[in-house]
């Protein structure tokens, strides 16, 4: 079965062909980084315009790199959420075009869901397992035992990874996009330089306002001396991605799951597949995307619609949603 899907939920315009929600056919991604980074984060409004600009072009790409004509897709699918709405409706629009076009189904798609989906491109990978989903917006632990059925176990109350990753590269003076910054720096610094504090919560809970605030107060004792960067980047990568894996060890545990699996555009941070790794050596699979389909991508559009699309009684009726 082959899908197309399209991604729009944010800043990339991307669209791919899947082969039975595993195998990539092409993938094409339009990134608008360099026309956010003189804003300093991304601009809603600016981005649905980029997205309108590039639609077309990256269908075009996608059908002409895999060789195959839109009549011959099985189904077409979209994110139709969470995400900047504005955004969403650019990519929804065109894949339900398609639908009508080429009368073929249309399958709309939850961006988060697509995220853990990312993890059945080229692998084996099947239910159950414990999830940690880290992104710009949301933090969550997800108990998947079933390709349809997810059971969110535990999420954050404030900021969430991706976003206080940016905020402290926000405050350290790092420019955008700020949290693949950090993790550079950090690769260079000591971990152990800074002690920073893990918020006192429950086990289904994550906080990380408390360490943001800890870091800005870290900066401001330096008054107007040399801020040793690196060290207090690597001191705050070690301690929020050290909070993200010992809660999802735990969870898992509590679950009864020996596979845990690495989601989210923060996936791609490199102390935090790391420490996922390291697992190995206490009994667990583990199992991360590929770096390419960390981020936002299609192809984990392509391959949620084929394993776990919204369920709906009327799909190009389904309109897209900011929050979810």
Do not use: W
Request: hydrophobic share 40%; aromatic share 8%; with cysteine.
């Amino acid at each position: 079965m082959l899908i197309f899907g399209i991604e729009t939920s944010c800043d990339e315009t991307a669209a791919a062909i899947v082969k039975n929600g595993r195998e990539v056919i092409s993938n094409v991604v339009a990134s608008q980084i360099k026309t956010h980074s003189q804003f300093g984060g991304v601009v809603p409004e600016v981005a649905a315009r980029e997205h309108l600009d590039a639609i077309n072009v990256v269908i075009e790409e996608t059908f002409a790199q895999a060789g195959i004509q839109p009549n011959e897709v099985d189904a077409f699918a979209s994110t139709a959420g969470p995400g900047l709405v504005g955004c969403l409706l650019v990519g929804l629009n065109a894949a339900k075009t398609l639908s009508l076009v080429y009368d073929k189904p249309y399958l709309p798609v939850n961006h988060l869901n697509a995220h853990v989906c990312a993890n059945f491109i080229d692998s084996d990978l099947k239910p159950p397992f414990t999830c940690l989903l880290v992104s710009g917006g949301h933090t969550q632990i997800i108990n998947v035992s079933d390709y349809n059925e997810q059971e969110i176990c535990a999420s954050t109350i404030d900021d969430a990874t991706g976003e206080v990753y940016d905020k402290v590269a926000r405050l350290l003076g790092l420019s955008y996009p700020g949290g693949i910054q950090l993790d550079k720096l950090a690769q260079s610094g000591n971990q152990t330089a800074f002690k920073l504090p893990e918020a006192k919560v429950g086990d289904d809970e994550f906080s990380f306002s408390g360490l943001k605030t800890a870091v800005l107060r870290l900066i401001q004792t330096f008054k107007g001396a040399e801020i040793p960067i690196n060290d207090i980047c690597a001191s705050f990568q070690e301690t929020i991605t050290s909070t993200l894996i010992k809660k999802t060890v735990k969870m898992a545990r509590r679950n009864s799951s020996n596979t845990i699996v690495l989601a989210g555009g923060v996936a791609a941070n490199s102390r935090l597949r790391e420490k996922l790794y390291e697992l190995e050596n206490d009994g667990f699979k583990v199992y991360a995307p590929k770096m390419k389909y960390c981020t936002d991508n299609a192809s984990m559009v392509a391959s949620c619609a084929y394993f776990n699309p919204i369920k709906t009684d009327n799909p190009l009726e389904f309109e897209v949603f900011s929050r979810g």
